[in-house]
């Protein structure tokens, strides 16, 4: 059973960068085939996707958060981390991990965690 658990701050203020990490447990960030994904709910809003990691190293990102989006990860922790830049209360939301199958819907999310963009 592949769990992902989100974790960091609950708060960041104007023009900082939020930074997350995502810890998955019962399987690797390696294996082929799949995308790690970060995906975000702003209040009263859809979901939103906001970019992956393969399972390569490879990223791909929205191309409205591009600018101010980096997903790294770290093997050796088998964890995946997002950041972004210059953030707006725009930006506060719920923030969730998840894995994702080549050409399927997510099969294993975190929990979330909120983020508040508040001074």
């Known amino acids: 059973q592949v769990q992902l658990q989100e974790s960091g701050p609950g708060l960041v203020k104007p023009s900082q960068t939020l930074s997350l990490t995502c810890t998955v447990s019962?399987?690797?960030?390696?294996?082929?085939?799949?995308?790690w994904t970060w995906i975000r709910q702003p209040p009263g809003k859809g979901l939103e996707w906001i970019g992956y990691i393969g399972y390569s190293g490879s990223t791909y990102y929205s191309p409205s958060l591009k600018s101010r989006t980096a997903i790294s990860r770290d093997t050796s922790r088998n964890q995946f981390t997002l950041q972004l830049s210059s953030v707006t209360p725009e930006d506060t939301a719920v923030y969730y991990c998840?894995?994702?199958?080549?050409?399927?819907?997510?099969?294993?999310w975190g929990q979330g965690t909120q983020v508040t963009v508040s001074s």
């Open positions: 998840a894995r994702v199958p080549p050409l399927r819907l997510a099969d294993y």
């Open positions: 019962g399987g690797s960030i390696t294996t082929n085939p799949y995308y």
